[in-house]
Nanobody
Framework: QVQLVESGGGSVQTGGSLRLACVASDYMYYMGWFRQAPGQAREGVAARTAGNVERVADSVKGRFTVSRDVDKNTLYLEMKNLKSEDTAMYYC????????????????????WGQGTQVTVSS
């Protein structure tokens, strides 16, 4: 069982920045960030493979940067120019390699999940 531990959430004002980190207990090919606001579905934010293929949601493109230290089994999410609509619980997710498949934003494609870290953006 792979454990994922997120850190770095918090409360900031509009326009502020936060950096999230997710440490996995073992190597996983796919690692990604999802978020879920109250009453809304969980959505993909950014993901990166161990081969450095990445995907970033249009809603955060240009403001959020995903990076990964494969040797440390760690995924990062640098968030800048935060907006109120970014307020959500942010979850780290991971999955093993699936030959022939692309980087997914479908939650059910990820087997392992962290407990989440809250990000709150206020004006």
């Amino acid at each position: 069982q792979v454990q994922l531990v997120e850190s770095g959430g918090g409360s900031v004002q509009t326009g502020g920045s936060l950096r999230l980190a997710c440490v996995a207990s073992d190597y996983m090919y796919y690692m990604g960030w999802f978020r879920q606001a109250p009453g809304q579905a969980r959505e993909g934010v950014a993901a990166r493979t161990a081969g450095n293929v990445e995907r970033v949601a249009d809603s955060v493109k240009g403001r959020f940067t995903v990076s990964r230290d494969v040797d440390k089994n760690t995924l990062y999410l640098e968030m800048k120019n935060l907006k109120s609509e970014d307020t959500a619980m942010y979850y780290c997710a991971a999955a093993s390699a699936r030959p022939g498949t692309s980087l997914s934003f479908v939650p059910s494609d990820y087997r392992y999940w962290g407990q989440g870290t809250q990000v709150t953006v206020s004006s």
